[in-house]
């Protein structure tokens, strides 16, 4: 099956600053790649996300690019809020998704 | 719409009793799936099904019965509970193979 990784597990950036999370991933068929956020006591919630067929996506403040060569895609955010402090985690699927372990970011104000 | 809901929201359990885990959509669509989501670890696929009447095992299925008899409804059953299941649980659907919704958890505990 597929194996996701994540980096780092946590980050701290200070507000305003960027903050750029990876994953990579092993299985070549894999063609969509979603990001999650989840706060404190609360599902995960879709963020953005990429197909197999582009190579970046930006929406506001997030972007996410997808290497299918080296089979890793990343996520910026930048001009960090402390609303943003959460848990982020990367996935990607088939026919079936596969998470990553997360990253828990912390913007301090 | 309600979205996806799940109860209830904490259970404890004793080591050998059984409980099922209620998932409920109301967005029509045909996926849906069960993950546990563990310290460190994730989220982990344990149940998929693509449509009422179709189910599938994930990464981790030891332990967990599936049924989709409705659209609507895709509940978790736990045969007998084992202190390794605890976790918690949250249940997502789609409307197809990609952007899933995901419930708001339940946090189980097997003593």
């Known amino acids: 099956g597929e194996n996701v990784e994540q980096h780092p597990s946590t980050l701290s950036v200070q507000e305003g600053d960027s903050a750029v999370i990876k994953c990579t991933y092993s299985d070549s068929a894999s063609n969509y790649f979603p990001w999650y956020k989840q706060e404190l006591g609360k599902g995960p919630q879709l963020i953005i996300d990429i197909r197999s067929n582009v190579g970046e996506k930006k929406d506001q403040r997030i972007a996410v690019t997808l290497n299918k060569t080296a089979k890793h895609f990343s996520l910026h955010i930048t001009e960090t809020q402390p609303e943003d402090s959460a848990v982020y985690f990367c996935?990607?699927?088939?026919?079936?998704?596969?998470f990553g372990t997360g990253t828990s970011l912390t913007v301090i104000p | 719409n309600a979205g996806v809901t799940q109860t209830p929201k904490f259970q404890v359990l004793k080591t050998g009793q059984s409980m099922t885990l209620q998932c409920a959509q109301d967005?029509?669509?045909?996926?849906m799936s069960w993950y546990r989501q563990d310290p460190g670890m994730g989220l982990r696929l344990i149940h998929y099904s693509v449509g009422a009447g179709i189910t599938d095992q994930g990464e981790v299925p030891n332990g967990y019965n599936v049924s989709r008899s409705t659209t609507e409804d895709f509940p978790l059953r736990l045969l007998s509970a084992a202190p390794s299941q605890t976790s918690v649980y949250f249940c997502?659907?789609?409307?197809?193979?990609?952007?899933?919704?995901f419930g708001p958890g339940t946090r189980l505990t097997v003593l």
């Open positions: 996935a990607a699927t088939g026919n079936q998704f596969y």
């Open positions: 997502a659907s789609s409307y197809s193979a990609d952007t899933q919704y």
């Open positions: 967005m029509n669509h045909e996926y």
